[in-house]
Structures are given as structure tokens and as C-alpha cells.
């Protein structure tokens, strides 16, 4: 991860909603996610997708009292259900355009996702399209935002 110079964010430690936790364990939450990165030589994380996605006002200013910043998916194939590797390929390339974030799962109950990015990954390059870092996405890009009730 360090020589390809990725980005990593976190999910949180547990993968429970915050929704459904008081600030405390949310807090709990983060800061065990944190000491787990720490271990592997990850210091700075400052991106988090909080557990699917769940947030509100509360739950963002607390990210944002830890120094980190909510993402959030715009284009979800819904992968992990294993919906069909061509549902998978359509849905991200009919919906998929500059600045979306998509949102894909690895693990070993998703059969159909590597397939299919066999196919996304060029399909979106021909459209015209650039992968790029969160850091990459959210500076200088020009985007609608949309207030969390």
C-alpha cells in the first residue's frame, strides 16, 4: 500500500451503523479503527466511509472533531449480492461518470466483482473517464452537495 502510494480510508472498526450507537462507542469505534491502522504503519487515515454509509449531522461533526472527512458512494452495483456480472458491468457503466464514486467490495462472498471489472475498468477509461485519489477528487472538483437532515 505505501510503495503504490494508495489512499486508505477506514469503515469504521466493528462494521455497525453509528446510527444505531451512542457517540461514545462510535467514538470507541473509530479510535479502535485507528489504533488498527496505526499497527500496520497507517498514521493518518482521513477519509472514513462510516459503517453502510449511515451518518447524520451528529455523527458527521464527530469525523470531523477527529480530523477526518465522510465519503460517501454515488453509483452502488450492489456487488456483494451477486446480482449477475453483466448487472454488475451495466449498472456502473450506464450510471458511471466524472466524479462518481462507486462502491465495490472484495471478500470471498463476492463472486461476480472481479469479472466485471474486467470489463468496467476499460469500458469507463473509454468513456473518457480517470480513476483519481479521494484527495485527487474532492480538491478542485466541483460538486453539489446536498444538506443531511
Excluded: C
Excluded at 469503515?11 to 451503523?17: A, L, N, P, V
Excluded at 485507528?34 to 462510516?50: H, T
Excluded at 462472498?109 to 477509461?125: C, H, N
Aim: no cysteine; aromatic share 6%; net charge negative.
Amino acid at each position: 500500500m505505501h510503495e503504490g502510494k494508495h489512499e486508505i480510508g477506514m469503515m469504521g472498526y466493528k462494521y455497525e451503523s453509528y446510527l444505531e450507537q451512542k457517540p461514545a462507542q462510535v467514538q470507541q469505534d473509530m479510535n479502535q479503527a485507528k489504533e488498527a491502522f496505526e499497527k500496520l504503519g497507517f498514521d493518518e487515515i482521513k477519509w472514513i466511509r462510516p459503517p453502510h454509509g449511515h451518518m447524520d449531522k451528529e455523527v458527521l461533526k464527530m469525523i470531523e472533531n477527529e480530523g477526518m472527512q465522510a465519503v460517501q458512494w454515488s453509483i452502488n452495483p450492489r456487488d456483494w449480492e451477486n446480482p449477475g456480472t453483466n448487472t454488475i458491468i451495466d449498472t456502473v457503466l450506464n450510471e458511471g461518470s466524472e466524479g462518481d464514486i462507486i462502491l465495490m467490495h472484495a471478500s470471498d462472498s463476492v463472486k461476480q466483482t472481479a469479472k466485471a471489472l474486467e470489463v468496467i475498468l476499460p469500458g469507463l477509461k473509454q468513456k473518457g473517464l480517470k480513476f483519481v485519489s479521494i484527495t485527487e477528487l474532492v480538491s478542485g472538483a466541483e460538486s453539489e452537495t446536498t444538506q443531511i437532515e
